[in-house]
């Protein structure tokens, strides 16, 4: 089989995951956007977008495998100055081609700050029609969720270029329901295969995309293979698999 996953942060990993993704099928990843501690200005988040989209695409061309690269200033990684400068960086990164999504953003505790730097990214990404991956928090997801979801709402963007991931079983179906696609996260504190397998039997596939997050936090390299044994084994229609691990993320994203 093959498979994409949807939401990474391999650059913090080393060779050895990539080998051994890509000798499991892993024929693309999306690289979201983030830094771990808080940057103190601009530079630092422009630097990040720089390795991002200079150098780990080649790194992980020579496995063979695919980068589709999201910027942007997570909610845990707003600078203490010059997000304008990100921002504006951010915008000569879409008008180059160099980043093809928005990602990853959202809320975190959903503060004014977070509320305000936001909207404008996503005005951003909405003037060049591009896809947007949302975060959603280990604390207080479904009200952060509900807030997330107005702001969205709010500056009208396309939902079938929404992604909003990390979601509880609970939050899937209400996002379905608005169009938004949907990213689960298989990993330690998040989902589990189990939990995949009963949101694939009483959502379906359509929309929904498995990633592992995979960062410098206890996450799976190999989650995507696993999770479509899993799922296989577990009866699920593999056109339906195919979907969840595979082809929705490169429809919407674009691959």
Not at 159 to 175: C, E, F, N, P, Q
Not at 204 to 211: H, L, S, Y
Not at 212 to 233: F, M
Request: one cysteine or more; charged letters at 25%.
């Amino acid at each position: 089989m093959r498979f994409v996953d949807s939401h990474t942060h391999i650059y913090l990993r080393g060779s050895e995951d990539v080998e051994a993704m890509s000798a499991a099928g892993v024929e693309g990843v999306v690289v979201c956007s983030y830094f771990p501690v808080k940057p103190t200005g601009p530079s630092t988040l422009i630097d990040l977008h720089r390795w991002l989209t200079e150098v780990e695409p080649e790194r992980l061309k020579k496995y063979g495998i695919l980068t589709l690269v999201a910027v942007g200033i997570h909610p845990r990684s707003i600078p203490s100055t010059g997000v304008g400068e990100v921002l504006d960086h951010i915008s000569s990164l879409f008008e180059s081609g160099k980043a093809s999504a928005l990602g990853e953003v959202g809320l975190e505790t959903a503060g004014s700050e977070e509320e305000k730097i936001l909207i404008r990214q996503i005005d951003l990404a909405k003037s060049y029609g591009l896809p947007m991956i949302f975060h959603t928090p280990r604390q207080n997801k479904a009200q952060v969720f509900d807030r997330l979801l107005k702001l969205i709402e709010g500056q009208k963007v396309d939902m079938t270029k929404v992604i909003i991931d990390h979601l509880s079983a609970g939050l899937v179906v209400r996002a379905r329901e608005l169009n938004a696609n949907v990213g689960i996260t298989v990993q330690s504190g998040k989902m589990s295969e189990q939990d995949v397998v009963s949101i694939i039997s009483s959502a379906g596939a359509e929309g929904i995309m498995v990633n592992s997050d995979l960062s410098n936090q206890p996450s799976d390299p190999l989650t995507l293979p696993k999770v479509a044994k899993t799922l296989i084994d577990a009866g699920i229609n593999k056109e339906d698999v195919l979907k969840v691990t595979y082809s929705n993320a490169k429809k919407i994203l674009k691959f």
